[in-house]
């Protein structure tokens, strides 16, 4: 015989049983529900870096032509931007000329894990530094501090910073002993705050060699001025730098030479290392890509080199916007 009230408690228990099973079952069915999302978006995401990969190719091919005695006029293809479509999205590319820029890695020579002061390197750093109108004792600073980030030895340089300034900060580190892998790393370097920062990264790069600036001249653009002040170690004003890019003819500069034989420059006397330095073809390459496909989007950014026979190698790669 059942008590008055024993039937809503066992209606009341079903129900409870039931909330519970009906949560369970949601909560089961969110975790497969986000399961399948990220391998959806993983396979995405992997299928989209095979894109970009692609377009490093594509790009190798095209700058076997770009590097070959028949290149077309850097104006026509240096910074523009191609897409092509791809299947449920878009691949874009842009390629430049990798080395109109101050190697940051040339204020060292060197091999291995040995590298010491350059003194033209260091020479070209300060004085494009005070073409950016950093005054000059800070210029020298903040380039003996980019030199003891890099060199071997523990000997400071006039202004400069090694271990021990680092480690007096708030979160101590050490000084690198090594090239630089890219440019963001010079944010770490003591003296480059932010806004000098900012107003350096345009005019610098981290080439994976201690090389001067293999400069293309017929690549510079009038707001590259502060880099032929660099070449100049000071000698130009950047306006007169401005008038030397100006009165490049239209197709470029057909020798280093007649660069040299320019009105604003023709009284100079560059060594024989800052004539060698520059050039009339590229070098070294960039390529940034960005790959849409379905949801998902890859950036990836990649330097190519022409090594000795005219063959383009790749020299880095990084799944990240170049800085």
């Given amino acids: 015989m059942r008590r008055p009230g024993e039937e809503g408690v066992a209606l009341l228990t079903v129900l409870l049983l039931v909330a519970v099973m009906s949560a369970l079952a949601v909560g089961v069915l969110d ?27 594509l790009a190798r091919r095209r700058l076997v032509e770009l590097a070959g005695d028949n290149a077309p006029v850097a104006a026509e293809w240096n910074g523009r931007t191609f897409t092509f479509p791809i299947d449920e999205g878009t691949l874009q590319g842009r390629i430049s000329d990798g080395a109109t820029c101050f190697n940051l890695n040339s204020v060292v020579d060197g091999v291995g ?7 033209l390197g260091a020479a070209q750093f300060t004085a ?3 073409a950016l109108q ?5 210029a020298e600073a903040l380039t003996g501090a980019l030199v003891d980030w890099i060199d071997s030895d523990a000997l400071r340089e006039t202004g400069g910073a090694e271990d021990e300034t680092y480690g007096r900060g708030a979160k101590p580190y050490r000084t690198s002993g090594a090239l630089l892998a890219e440019v963001s790393e010079l944010r770490a370097v003591h003296g480059f705050d ?8 345009p005019f610098v790069c981290a080439l994976p060699t201690t090389m001067l600036s293999p400069i293309n001249l017929n690549a510079l ?3 590259q001025a502060p880099l032929v002040v660099m ?6 004003t950047v306006e007169a730098a401005r008038r030397v890019i100006a009165g490049r003819p239209a197709q470029g500069w057909s020798e280093v030479m007649a660069f040299w034989r320019m009105p604003q420059l023709i009284d100079l006397q560059p060594s024989a290392d800052v004539i060698a330095q520059v050039a009339v073809r590229s070098r ?12 998902a989007v890859v950036v990836a950014s990649a330097l190519f080199e022409q090594d000795a026979a005219g063959g383009i190698r790749l020299a880095a790669r990084r799944w990240t916007n170049d800085e």
């Avoid at 978006?41 to 992997?46: H, K, T, V």
């Avoid at 070294?284 to 949801?295: A, G």
Wanted: glycine share 6%.
């Fill in 128 to 130: 494009l530094l005070e």
């Fill in 194 to 201: 932010p806004a000098l920062y900012a107003r350096v990264r």
């Fill in 113 to 119: 894990e040995s590298y010491r002061r350059r003194d």
């Fill in 221 to 223: 653009t009038p707001q």
């Fill in 231 to 236: 070449l100049t170690d000071g000698a130009v």
């Fill in 134 to 138: 950093v005054a000059p004792r800070t």
């Fill in 31 to 57: 975790d497969i529900r986000f399961g399948i999302r990220r391998t959806a978006n993983g396979e995405a995401i992997s299928q989209a870096r095979w894109y970009a990969l692609g377009a490093e190719t």
């Fill in 284 to 295: 070294f390459f960039n390529l940034e890509s960005e790959v849409s496909y379905r949801d």
